[in-house]
């Protein structure tokens, strides 16, 4: 029970991490059908923005700041004006290509101009361990999870507590009515390119101390965030946060179950893909997903 | 007062990419009344709505709202000039409530700090909405989610409202109910053009009527004379009209 505990708490910290980054990806897909393959490479980068900024001599706080900053210019502003608007006139394919390109440019970026090593990440939150009914957590583990739950809970304040956030989901339900009452479309989209750099820096922050910063790491993270969306349900932001979870405890609990089943814990890796293969045989939609009508 | 034009197209031309639905739409609308828009399917009613409030590029030709040329603007300077527009079908937010649905009717209104009182004063203008003003929009019936989006549209006192089709897929009462807040919107002064699939009943409400075929305007009279015409049933039959004559 001690040891379920245990890897349940790590299972959601680490889900989620995968939540947020899932939140911004479904949250792109939802108001302008943008699928954004480079996701992975967004959360890996923002953490590099706060070593260079730490290496230039700011404290931590200020660095983490300036890696918001920084990846709501590039990752938001940028992306959306550079990649996407050119783009989504020609349809979905063209630009899912060129997120899997903006995705290599990040990554080799980083490994040629930064570092091709892992980067040691300033641990925030202390990684000193305590006990509670006989499990073992440490402080990091849950100031993570509290973290990522309180800017989870402000992006759903902000969705559906504020006019502007409102705004954004009637653009994002259906566009053309917005239209007609007058909603500026383009700019609910453009804050949603904002949230999503947001989100996936505030990812980025989180899982650099226990991950460390690594230019490659897009590849596991973008398939988690992915995996998660899918699970969960494209078309909704809790499908994410269920999703991301899910993953996350799945991701956690792998080595124990596959081990009781006799299996090499190399399979840890394909249970994201199993996963997903699961649910599109047998629940399309995702978790808590709403089926979705294509009229032809 | 006869002559009191809101809104005309001058040989307006316009369609989907390079189809051309609209081929030379020419109407004049008349102020605080109400005008039908018939004609059989594929004629351009939804299309001429969409290119009159800015949904769709004009090609060519020419609208004017009170004299002011309006050709291509957009929906937000369309609900500025004083349009709204109640699509076909189900334009509601499902998942926002009833409430929040109708203050998305006030995102064009210049001074937002009336918005409140508005929204109250449509609530109590439609006490069922009132009822259900903290409900999720979608689990209304199909007829008060209608009832939501006319008061959606009028939330900004708009003096045109375009309406495509409100009675599809109501109940005989609940239709009944909609064409009766119709003609009392017409009363309180506001000019509404309609497109209905019901055209007698509609044309019986109406104080015009408007016959369009392939896009072009082939009668614009009064109601009760267009309800008269034998030529209407031939239409409606499948047969062909000549283009009326000017």
Avoid: C
């Avoid at chain 1, 349940?8 to 899932?22: D, K, R, S, W």
């Avoid at chain 2, 609940?174 to 209905?196: H, N, Y």
């Amino acid at each position: 029970m001690a040891d379920f505990l245990q890897l349940l708490v790590a299972g959601l910290a680490t889900g989620a991490i995968y939540a947020l980054a899932a939140i911004g990806f479904t949250l792109l897909w939802q108001t302008s059908q943008t699928i954004n393959f480079a996701q992975g490479e967004f959360v890996m980068l923002p953490a590099f923005l706060a070593l260079i900024a730490m290496n230039l001599g700011a404290p931590f706080p200020l660095a983490a700041l300036i890696a918001i900053l920084g990846a709501m210019v590039i990752l938001g502003l940028t992306f959306k004006l550079a990649i996407v608007d050119p783009l989504i006139k020609s349809g979905p394919l063209p630009l899912v290509i060129s997120t899997i390109g903006v995705g290599l440019l990040l990554k080799d970026g980083v490994k040629e101009f930064y570092s091709a090593e892992a980067q040691p990440f300033p641990k925030v939150f202390p990684e000193t361990p305590f006990s509670l009914g006989g499990a073992n957590f440490t402080y990091a583990q849950i100031a993570v999870l509290g973290v990522a739950l309180a800017v989870i809970m402000a992006l759903n304040w902000f969705l559906a507590g504020t006019r502007t956030g409102r705004q954004m989901q009637a653009s994002a339900q259906n566009p053309t009515v917005a239209r007609i009452l007058g909603i500026n479309v383009n700019r609910m989209i453009f804050y949603t390119f904002l949230i999503n750099a947001i989100l996936a820096a505030v990812a980025s922050l989180l899982i650099a101390p226990s991950q460390f910063a690594k230019f490659s790491q897009g590849e596991q993270l973008g398939l988690a965030a992915f995996v998660a969306a899918i699970v969960g349900g494209f078309n909704q932001v809790r499908g994410a946060i269920v999703g991301g979870l899910v993953v996350g405890v799945a991701d956690n609990f792998a080595p124990t179950l596959l081990s009781a089943a006799g299996l090499s814990s190399a399979y840890r890796q394909a249970l994201p893909l199993f996963l997903l293969v699961l649910i599109i045989l047998f629940r399309p939609q995702g978790l808590v997903g709403r089926k979705e009508e294509r009229a032809i | 007062m006869a002559d009191d034009f809101i809104l005309t197209l001058q040989d307006v031309v316009g369609g989907y990419g390079r189809m051309t639905i609209l081929n030379g739409t020419t109407a004049r609308i008349r102020r605080a009344a109400i005008t039908t828009v018939i004609g059989p399917n594929g004629a351009g009613k939804s299309t001429m709505f969409k290119a009159i409030f800015g949904l769709l590029p004009v090609r060519s030709g020419r609208m004017t709202l009170e004299g002011r040329d309006t050709t291509n603007f957009t929906p937000r300077q369309m609900l500025d000039a004083g349009v709204s527009f109640v699509p076909q079908g189900r334009n509601i937010f499902a998942e926002l409530t009833v409430r929040h649905n109708m203050e998305l009717g006030g995102v064009a209104l210049a001074d937002q700090s009336g918005l409140p009182r508005r929204i109250d004063a449509m609530m109590q203008r439609f006490p069922i909405l009132a009822e259900k003003a903290g409900a999720q929009a979608g689990t209304l019936s199909g007829g008060q989610q209608k009832l939501l989006e006319v008061a959606r549209g009028l939330l900004l006192e708009p003096k045109l409202m375009l309406i495509d089709e409100p009675s599809i897929g109501l109940s005989p009462l609940m239709v009944q109910e909609v064409f009766g807040i119709l003609k009392a919107l017409r009363d309180s002064g506001v000019t509404i053009l309609l497109i209905e699939q019901n055209a007698k009943q509609a044309l019986q409400l109406s104080d015009y009527g408007l016959v369009l075929e392939q896009g072009q305007t082939r009668i614009e009279d009064k109601a009760s004379t267009i309800l008269a015409d034998p030529r209407i049933a031939q239409l409606f039959l499948g047969g062909g009209l000549a283009p009326a004559a000017q």
